[in-house]
């Protein structure tokens, strides 16, 4: 017994250390009654740091889940020097991506015209409060800026699915419009959950929304915690994720 106490904090050392930061978790999520019409990936939170065989086999498990589009949330790095090698690997993605930025995207001074055109490359855009459709015509993607008190106030699309790409969950309080499905980062789950607890610490304009699913006035959210880290590559009960939707 004292020698299994004394291993215990030595296991949750090593798998919060060595295991889990790299672990990716795919998860999926049925929103259709009926048979699914498409298939979106939420991806966020990727702080690429220089580690290209990370980012190769995330974008690897992306392409092998054969999504309809993808989606990205924000903090694609955290210096401006790693944005063309992140930009390039993520060109490989075999669907229109389509992304939103995060503060440290702002942060970096990185240039956005290089994120519109990477992204344009794989069929899909670099959404700064602005709107696509998915080539079908059937699913509008807004994409918010993260630096304003609220959302621009960009309207849905009647008669097709419409998905807001946000950075910061909190934001999706001061949602004036109804979207099918709303989508957010920021908050890497805490990175750091305690079972029964949850996040020991959290960034803020995250609020309630540490993690999962929620109602909201304006339509369901779902905060995923990213695929990347900061601070320290440590991640304990919060893997990072893949997020496939059916819609």
């Not at 503060?103 to 794989?122: I, L, M, Q, V």
């Not at 369901?220 to 997020?243: D, H, K, Q, S």
């Amino acid at each position: 017994m004292f020698f299994a106490a004394l291993a215990a904090p030595a296991l949750v050392g090593a798998d919060a250390k060595w295991l889990e930061p790299h672990w990716v978790k795919v998860r999926s999520i049925k929103l259709s009654t009926g048979k699914p019409s498409h298939r979106i990936i939420h991806i966020t939170d990727i702080h690429h740091k220089g580690d290209r065989p990370y980012l190769e086999s995330v974008v690897r498990k992306i392409n092998a889940l054969s999504p309809d589009a993808v989606c990205f949330t924000g903090d694609l790095i955290e210096a401006k020097e790693f944005a063309p090698e992140a930009l390039k690997m993520l060109e490989g993605i075999k669907a229109p991506l389509y992304g939103a930025p995060g503060n440290h995207d702002y942060w970096s001074h990185a240039s956005f015209a290089g994120y519109a055109a990477s992204f344009a490359r794989t069929g899909g855009g670099w959404l700064v409060d602005s709107q696509a459709m998915t080539a079908d015509g059937k699913v509008q993607i807004t994409g918010a800026s993260c630096l304003r008190g609220a959302p621009v106030a960009l309207a849905p699309r009647a008669g097709a699915k419409n998905i807001l790409l946000l950075h910061f969950p909190l934001l999706a309080e001061r949602v004036p419009n109804q979207f099918d499905l709303m989508l957010a980062g920021h908050s890497h789950g805490g990175q750091v959950r305690l079972p029964f607890y949850g996040a020991l610490i959290l960034p803020y304009w995250v609020g309630r929304y540490q993690l999962g699913m929620f109602r909201l006035a304006a339509g369901p959210l779902y905060v995923n915690p990213g695929l990347g880290w900061l601070v320290t590559p440590i991640r304990f009960n919060c893997r990072p994720e893949i997020t496939v939707f059916e819609i």
